[in-house]
């Protein structure tokens, strides 16, 4: 069964800065293109990063400039490193892993930015 654990969520000061992780088990990580979203309450889930199984990378226009994905395939890894935190960064965060025609969804973690 795959496994996708997303860990690195807190509450922080707007401002601040967070990485979450995303370990990956039981698929061939390389393979997968890899991708954080998010949901707030009352909202839809929406793409914060992707990065395909080639490196591209791309992001939703509300984090473009302070959030960065990355991926480590020797570590079956994916990162999202988030500056300049703000408010509306407030969601439950999650990590997806896709191809094939599938997608795998982690459980998520919790990112709260408060005045």
């Known amino acids: 069964q795959v496994q996708l654990v997303e860990s690195g969520g807190g509450l922080v000061q707007p401002g601040s800065s967070l990485t979450l992780s995303c370990a990956a088990s039981?698929?061939?990580?390389?393979?997968?293109?890899m991708g954080w979203f998010r949901q707030a309450p009352g909202n839809q889930r929406e793409l914060v990063a992707t990065?395909?199984?080639?490196?591209?990378?791309g992001y939703g226009d509300s984090v473009k400039g302070r959030f960065t994905i990355s991926r480590d395939n020797a570590k079956n890894a994916v990162y999202l490193q988030m500056n300049s935190l703000k408010p509306e960064d407030t969601a439950v965060y999650y990590c997806?892993?896709?191809?094939?025609?599938?997608?795998?969804w982690g459980q998520g973690t919790q990112v709260t930015v408060f005045s």
């Open positions: 997806r892993a896709s191809n094939f025609g599938v997608a795998y």
């Open positions: 990065i395909s199984n080639s490196g591209t990378q």
């Open positions: 039981r698929i061939t990580f390389s393979n997968y293109h």
